[in-house]
């Protein structure tokens, strides 16, 4: 639920980065900036992607001659509203965005939004990436994602419809485990159910409301003894929990969906500024104080400049696009 | 109290709860056209997403028709004894706030913060019957820099360049949170 | 014992308590200007936080959410325009009082009543934060639907001049928190293609036009001679005016024990608010009183059930958050922002895994009360005696250009100060109309809950609206608020 501030502000940042004496600065221009950049987040103060982008503005300065980045908050709407902002703005490189690519790229392909990604943005580059885990309660017989599917069918010659929770219609989760369903000809027997953000899926499955979730697979381990999860939806295990098999392990078909985290800005940014703001997002993502926030975080760290980023997207957009075409049509039936 | 003070107090409520009813109609009436706009998914029960508005709009309806149609008479009878003009009286100097305001934001535009905040503050304090050269010069002048020292130095917000003034408080805020010991 | 634990680790870091106190210092102030939400000082302290150990940072934090809850009451009870949101409920008595001289009395009010109503949800968090939260994760959205319609009936039925103007408040409240994008699909609506509106409509500048750009259209409409010769409060003619007084303090005592009650339920409940509490609080004290008629012309009564709830909300808000990870509120979505990037795994098991530190929190709550309630307690009567002298003429002026940068400053969007003058002109037109601005935010601040937890109620179930009747608790929410608005209507008619 929105509460009291609905819109939260995002202010001046860097402050406290001098006042620690962090480190000597780091010869630095400010590509071309003469005002502070407001770094968008498409999901409220607090939350995972709202972290990463926190922190990424905390460290950057340094390497932009001090311009400051300015976290401004605009959640909602699967980050679309986000993404139709800084898609209008002028790509000067004073208004970009920080936007989780997983969600970003589904709900944009999901439905028509008005927004082309590809073709609206520019990617420069990525600092980050959350993976998603398939979660039952502890307590029940599902272990393994076989069972799972075992489970849902033996409901549905029962004649119930299991139902699953996720973060929003279009959301990586939603998607990812829509895919999954999809491909192992499971989706008519489910129905999934909406909730706010990763705490109210969450709180969603642990109440009972519903019998299987996704989940941020970092977010796991404060609730090892309430939530069991049968495998991680990406080819290569989780580097913060490293325990939980993938799918691709035991099996079963899926389509991999990480979600990389990304700093962009609108299409028709000039190429020296992404390579000049790439290569600070490179500093920065080196830099001590970055280095220590993340890790404290459990916030997985995966730099790839401007150039990586792009052809990571467009592979990832590539992959997901027969499922999203088979959710799209199974949302429009 | 007599009995003419009450009718008219029953005369003033009417001729409000009905406007009360027109304002909710005409809200409705704007919604309304929205409505059919709004994206349904096919795979959700009901209504879907035209559940709540559709409602809401409804319920808006309702209530608007009923207290139009419980209190037109009373309303009718009271307007035309011509009390009317009694609540307008004040009106003058509320629609010059109102035109105060959005000229001053028109004016943050064109001329960033600080000029238009002093303007309107002289402005603001003559419509409220300050006089003088010290409350309508430098009263708003020491307004605006405690504005500026609270909002844009200390809290470190930034102005859009104006279109026809442009000038960079930016850096100079920063200059003095350095000053401060702020960075 | 983990309370005493807290006070050791508390304590023992000099930082922690120096930033516990500046932390209290910085929500009092900035609770007392309006539009200056603790949200959004507790983002512009985030950054600073990076830097400090876990304790300091999140006692700072916590510290600035509690105070401020307090200092939004400052300016309700003097200029009639809330700080915060939640002291909305407060000016209703509040101002009155100031009138009268006796802004002195309402403000010890006020601040005992918070600092009551702030001890108890503390201790209630401290105590039965683990065996409370199962029961708050119990309820889903069926119960969500409930817990809202009686919000909306209670409050739309008590806040109008009459009940079908109130409820016609809270369908406006409702209809304009549809503006934006559909919580499921993510559809926009009603925006009317302009892109300022695909995130809504901002609550700040609905607030601070509805509550205090009226309030300055209204005096500017007031043309009783002399009225802006006036200073905004009257002077004490007895010294009782500027003290509250033991026979006060007993007399609403029970208020406020029952105010604190509702205030910690609503905490506990994510996504009420603080506001919903203050407001029911009122409601409630005001239903309940024997002399109705004292009531709207400044009782302390009002005062002590609207600030005792507010303020109670802060403490049980952390219980949803310690335990299941959900925060009940925007300062407590900031503080799990700060507890994940100081690394503290908020889950079930938070008070083994983290036992000094989330004591040590708890700790700091209590000092920052004891702070608040010093400052506030011999403070407000100073600041009382103070205000007294400025005339109204300077300070309407001063609080409109006030509204005007703060909703500036949420945002950086100058399209909010043209939403914000909008919202004045409307609160201005819907007090001369006799309309609620109160029943109308309450709907608006609670309109995109009551719509998600219906459509999920819709998702979960195939059977529709008789899902309600296996929710036995859904069904008891909404016999509530019917049965309140029923008996609303039949003391109407006796009247």
């Not at chain 1, 290569?279 to 104080?289: C, I, M, Y």
């Not at chain 3, 016609?168 to 409702?174: A, K």
């Given at each position: 639920m929105n509460?009291?501030t609905?819109r939260t502000?995002g ?7 001098v006042a ?5 600065p780091?010869?630095a221009?400010?590509c071309?900036?003469t005002?502070p950049?407001k770094?968008?987040v498409g999901?409220?103060?607090g ?5 990463y982008?926190?922190?990424l ?6 390497f932009?001659?001090?311009t400051?980045?300015?976290?401004v908050?605009r ?5 679309v ?5 800084v ?6 490189g004073v208004t ?6 997983g969600g970003?790229l589904?709900?944009?392909?999901l ?16 600092f980050?990436?959350?993976n998603q885990a398939?979660v039952?309660r502890?307590g029940?017989d599902?272990?393994?994602a076989q069972?799972?599917i075992?489970f849902?069918k ?6 119930e419809?299991v139902r699953?929770?996720?973060p929003?219609r279009?959301?990586?989760?939603h998607?990812g485990v829509t895919a999954f369903l999809?491909?192992n ?6 129905q999934d159910?909406p909730?706010?953000?990763g ?8 109440s009972g409301e519903v ?11 404060a609730f090892?003894d309430?939530?069991?999860?049968v495998g991680v939806?990406?080819?290569?295990r ?9 799918l ?10 990480s979600?990389?985290?990304?700093l962009a800005?609108?299409?028709g940014l000039?190429?020296?500024f992404?390579t000049c703001?790439s ?11 970055f280095?220590?926030?993340?890790k404290k975080?459990?916030?997985?760290v995966?730099y790839?400049?401007a ?6 997207l ?11 075409a088979e959710?799209?049509?199974s949302l429009?039936e | 109290m007599?009995a003419?003070?009450?009718?008219e ?10 406007a009360v009813?027109?304002v909710i109609?005409?809200v409705?009436?704007?919604?309304a056209t929205q409505l ?7 795979a959700d029960s ?7 508005p559709?409602f809401?709009i409804?319920?808006?309806f309702?209530l ?5 149609v419980?209190?037109?008479p009373?309303a009718?009878r ?7 003009s009694?609540?307008?009286?004040g ?5 010059a706030l ?7 934001i ?8 600080a000029l ?5 503050m ?11 050269i010290?409350?309508l ?8 820099a ?5 909002f844009f130095?200390?809290?470190?917000l ?5 279109s ?9 805020a920063?200059q003095?949170?350095h000053?401060l010991?702020l960075? | 014992?983990g309370?005493v634990?807290g ?9 922690a308590?120096l ?6 210092l910085?929500?009092l ?7 200056l939400s603790?949200?959004?000082?507790i983002s512009?302290?985030?950054?600073v936080?990076?830097?400090?150990g876990p304790l300091p940072a999140?006692a700072m934090i916590?510290?600035v959410?509690?105070s401020s809850?307090f200092?939004?009451?400052?300016p309700a ?7 915060t ?7 209703i008595e509040?101002f009155?009082l100031t ?6 009395k309402?403000?010890?009010m006020?601040?005992v009543?918070?600092?009551?109503g702030?001890?108890f949800s503390?201790l ?6 683990s065996?409370?939260?199962?029961y708050?994760a119990?309820?889903g959205p069926p119960?969500?639907v409930?817990?809202?319609?009686c919000?909306f009936?209670?409050i ?5 001049k009459?009940i079908?103007t109130?409820l ?7 209809l ?11 559809g926009e609506r009603?925006t009317f ?5 695909f995130?809504g409509?901002?609550?700040v500048?609905v607030?601070?036009?509805?509550f205090?750009?009226s309030e300055v259209f ?9 009225a802006?010769e006036?200073?905004?409060?009257g002077?004490p003619?007895?010294?009782d ?9 007993k007399?609403?005592f029970?208020t ?7 205030g910690?339920?609503v ?12 407001f029911?609080a009122?409601?409630?004290a005001?239903?309940r009183?024997k002399?109705p008629e004292t009531w709207?012309?400044?009782e302390?009564e009002?005062?002590a059930?609207?600030e005792?709830?507010?303020n109670?909300t802060?403490?049980s808000n952390?219980i949803?958050?310690?335990t299941?990870g ?8 900031l503080?799990?922002?700060v507890?994940?990037?100081h690394?503290i795994e908020?889950g079930?098991r938070v008070?083994?895994?983290s036992?000094?530190?989330v004591y040590g929190?708890?700790a700091?709550?209590?000092?920052c009360i004891a702070t ?5 307690y011999?403070g407000a009567?100073y ?5 007294a002298r400025i005339p109204?003429r ?5 609080i ?5 940068v ?6 950086q969007?100058?399209?909010?100060m043209?939403?914000?003058t909008?919202f ?10 006799g309309m ?9 601040i609670?309109?995109?809950g009551l719509?998600?937890?219906l459509r ?8 529709g609206l ?7 608790v ?5 016999a509530?608020?019917?049965v309140?608005l029923v008996l609303?209507l039949?003391?109407s008619?006796?009247?």
């Open positions: 509460t009291i609905r502000l202010l001046f940042m860097g402050a406290a980065l620690t004496g962090a480190a000597a780091a010869a221009d400010s071309g900036l005002r950049v770094a968008i999901y409220g103060a939350g995972g992607t709202d972290s982008a926190r922190i503005a905390s460290a950057i300065p340094e932009l001659d001090g400051p980045m300015v976290i908050n959640p909602g709407g699967a980050q509203p986000a993404m139709k902002f898609k209008a703005a002028d790509p000067d970009l965005q920080v936007v989780a690519m970003g589904m709900s944009t392909m439905r028509d939004q008005g927004i082309s990604w590809f073709d609206d943005f520019r990617p420069i580059a990525q980050g990436v959350t398939l039952v502890q029940t599902v272990r393994t069972d799972l075992d849902i033996a409901q549905n010659e029962a004649g419809t699953w929770s996720h929003g279009g959301s990586v989760s998607v999809e491909k000809g499971i989706l008519d027997m489910t159910v909730f706010q953000g705490a109210g899926t969450r709180n969603a499955l642990l019998d299987f979730s996704a989940s941020g697979a970092h977010t796991l381990p090892s309430e939530l069991h999860a939806l990406s080819d290569e989780d580097p913060i929990v490293d325990d939980i098999p993938t691709k392990e035991q099996d079963i078909p899926f389509v991999p969906t979600s990389p985290i990304v800005g609108p299409a000039s190429d020296e992404v703001m290569a600070a997002v490179e500093q920065a993502t080196g830099h001590e104080a280095k220590a926030l993340t975080a459990q916030q997985a995966v790839r400049d150039d990586e980023s792009l052809a990571y467009q592979s990832l957009a590539d992959a997901w696009a027969p499922t999203v959710v799209r049509a429009a | 007599t003419g003070d009450h009718s107090g029953q005369g003033t409520d009417a001729l409000r709860q009905c009813g027109v109609l005409a409705c009436a704007v919604m059919g706009k709004i994206y349904v998914e096919p009901g209504l879907g997403a035209r559940g709540l559709s809401a409804g319920a808006g309702l608007a028709i009923v207290q139009i419980s209190n037109l009373a009718l009271w307007a035309r004894s011509g009390a009317v009694a609540e307008w009286r009106a003058g100097r509320v629609a109102v035109v105060l305001a959005f000229a001053y028109e004016a943050i535009l064109l001329f960033q913060y238009p905040t002093a303007v309107a002289s402005l603001m304090l003559y419509l409220f019957g300050s006089r003088g010290v409350r010069v430098v009263f708003p002048i020491v307004a605006v405690v504005y500026y020292f609270v130095v200390l809290l470190g930034f102005e859009e360049p104006g026809i003034l442009r000038y960079d408080s930016y850096s100079f920063l003095i949170r000053m010991g960075q | 014992m309370l634990d006070f050791v680790a508390l304590f023992s870091s000099w930082q308590v930033f516990t106190i500046i932390g209290t910085i929500g102030i900035g609770g007392a200007v309006p539009g603790s949200g959004a000082m512009l302290l985030i950054p936080t990076y830097y400090m999140l916590y510290a959410s509690k809850d200092g939004g009451s400052i009870i003097l200029f009639n325009t809330p700080g949101p939640q002291a909305s409920a407060t000016q509040g009155p009138r009268q001289g006796k802004q002195g309402a403000l010890r006020a601040v009543a918070s600092a009551q702030d001890v503390e209630l968090l401290i105590f039965g934060a065996f409370l939260a199962i708050a119990r309820l119960e969500f409930g817990i809202y319609a919000a009936l209670i739309g039925g008590l806040l109008g009459s079908v109130g016609s408040s809270v369908v406006l409240g409702l304009l928190s549809l503006v934006g994008t559909d919580p499921i699909t993510a009603f293609g302009s892109f300022h509106l995130d409509i901002g609550l500048p607030l601070l036009g509805l205090v750009l209204e005096k500017a409409g007031d043309t009783k001679a002399g802006a006036e200073a905004v409060a002077t003619t007895h010294p005016d500027s003290r509250l007084t033991w026979s006060d303090y007399r609403v029970p406020i024990c029952r105010s604190q009650v509702i910690s339920g905490g506990i409940l994510p996504g009420l608010g603080s506001v919903v509490a203050s029911v009122y409601s409630e005001r239903r009183s002399t709207g012309k400044g302390i009002g005062i059930a609207a005792a709830a507010n109670a802060s403490g952390l949803p958050l310690l299941l959900i925060p009940g509120s925007t300062a407590a979505a503080l799990s922002g507890m994940l990037v690394g908020i079930p008070f083994e895994t036992h000094d530190l929190i708890f700091a709550g209590l000092l608040y309630f010093v400052a506030g011999w009567a600041l009382g005696r103070l205000i109204s300077v300070v309407y002026p001063v409109f250009l006030t509204c005007y703060a909703v500036y400053s949420t945002e969007e100058v399209f909010d043209v939403l914000m909008v004045g002109i409307a609160g201005f037109v819907m007090k001369k109309l609620s601005p109160a029943a109308f935010i309450i709907a608006f609670l309109g995109p719509e998600r937890a999920q109620t819709f998702l979960l179930s195939d059977d008789l899902f309600f009747l296996e929710r036995p859904a069904l008891l929410f909404l509530m608020g019917l309140a609303r039949r003391r008619r006796k009247a």
